[in-house]
């Protein structure tokens, strides 16, 4: 079987610049034969996005900040304007106030635990709900998560609560939205340098941690990831869903760092 994404149109939200993990996953999606709507957070992301939309042939950008329904709606709208119906949708968002991705777990505030929620976890799910009523002959929903959702890492804090909901929601859509055709996966990357990445504290420890010690002795690349979300978009992925799918090298097979590495 060959794998491609020829005569499927899908929206990726999340790319802030050609860093972003969605951004990979366009690249690689648009090489496979995919045709790409983007949506974007604000003016200045929507500058930088345009140039990357264009590299691919797209010229469908719609502002979305996804705690804002009216921007939401006009997103869906464009989509059932323009073209009707939707194969996928990869969903690359999350956020957290950086002040407490630093610091203690005990010490996460109200506020910022619901906004961390609603914009890392329940967005999914209401992009789920709108994506679904595009989808009447079937498609795929990706998200990303991270491995931070499981096992604790230091500084990650309100982010891996956020993950392991969003996680869960993914395997409470497969099930909802199996019967409609609809698979929901979520892909999990080792520490990769973005945006957000870089927001949480010790990053550089992390990509270095994670580097020198995975079985495959590098970080995740775009590429490896943007491979992983084809394979899950297209037909050869036919069958999974409500599962997460690692791009992380093997780090999550260890249990302890490698002998070289050990500090005595
Ligand atoms: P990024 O900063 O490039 O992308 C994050 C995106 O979220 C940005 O485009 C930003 O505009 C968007 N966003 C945040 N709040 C929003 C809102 N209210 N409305 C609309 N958009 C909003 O960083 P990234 O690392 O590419 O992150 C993409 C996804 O990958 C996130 O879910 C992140 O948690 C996940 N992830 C990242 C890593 C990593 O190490 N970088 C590892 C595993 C998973």
């Known amino acids: ?29 648009s090489e496979a034969g995919a045709e790409l709507a983007f949506t974007y957070q604000g003016e200045a992301f929507g500058k930088r996005l345009e140039p990357l939309a264009a590299s691919v042939g797209s010229d469908m950008l719609v502002d979305v900040d996804v705690t804002d329904d009216a921007s939401m709606d006009a997103a869906f709208d464009m989509i059932a304007q323009k073209w009707g119906k939707l194969d996928f949708v990869v969903h690359a968002i999350a956020f957290s106030d950086k002040n407490e991705l630093a610091g203690r777990f005990t010490d996460t505030s109200r506020a910022n635990f619901q906004n961390s929620l609603t914009i890392s976890c329940y967005s999914f799910i209401d992009v789920a709900k709108r994506a679904a009523a595009l989808m009447p002959d079937g498609g795929t929903l990706l998200t990303l998560t991270y491995q931070g959702a499981n096992r604790v890492t230091p500084f990650y804090n309100v982010m891996g609560v956020a993950k392991a909901a969003l996680e869960s929601a993914t395997r409470y859509l497969a099930n909802d939205l199996g019967p409609q055709g609809i698979r929901v996966n979520a892909i999990s990357p080792g520490p990769m340098k973005t945006l957000a990445g870089a927001a949480i504290a010790g990053a550089r420890r992390t990509y270095k941690h994670t580097e020198q010690n995975t079985p495959m002795r590098q970080n995740a690349s775009l590429e490896a990831v943007g491979g992983t979300a084809v394979y899950l978009a297209s037909d050869a992925g036919a069958f999974t869903s409500g599962e997460i799918i690692r791009v992380d090298g093997g780090f999550h097979v260890l249990g302890m760092p490698q002998p070289e590495n050990l500090v005595m």
């Open 1 to 29: 079987m060959t794998i491609t994404l020829n005569g499927k149109r899908g929206l990726i939200m999340g790319v802030a610049n050609e860093r972003s993990i969605a951004w990979g996953i366009a690249k690689a999606m």
